[in-house]
């Protein structure tokens, strides 16, 4: 059973920068990938970045060039350094793994609020 807790969601003006972590209880070196999404009201959750145990790395096109997704195997964390944010990406911000021949496990998410 893996358990995976974000935290460092908040209120932040647009233009600000925010860092959310994801501690994960097991090994995440092992993981095949771990990933961000985010579910806005009224919204279907969508991919927000993830990053593979090779160290690639995916983002939407709406977050490239701004967020930044990386991973800390030491201590089984992985982030997600937003900057520019925009008040489009307010939204519960939720943790992902993905496990060779399991389903996905999910944090239970942190919000980010952008305000204009």
């Known amino acids: 059973q893996v358990q995976l807790v974000e935290s460092g969601g908040g209120l932040v003006q647009a233009g600000g920068s925010l860092r959310l972590s994801c501690a994960a209880s097991?090994?995440?070196?092992?993981?095949?990938?771990m990933g961000w999404y985010r579910q806005a009201p009224g919204k279907q959750r969508e991919l927000v970045a993830a990053?593979?145990?090779?160290?690639?790395?995916n983002y939407a096109d709406s977050v490239k060039g701004r967020f930044t997704i990386s991973r800390d195997n030491a201590k089984n964390t992985v982030y997600l350094q937003m900057n520019s944010l925009k008040p489009e990406d307010t939204a519960v911000y939720y943790c992902?793994?993905?496990?060779?021949?399991?389903?996905?496990?999910w944090g239970r998410g942190t919000q980010v609020t952008v305000s204009s």
């Open positions: 992902k793994a993905d496990l060779a021949f399991l389903p996905a496990y």
């Open positions: 097991g090994n995440i070196d092992s993981f095949n990938a």
């Open positions: 990053i593979t145990s090779g160290g690639s790395t």
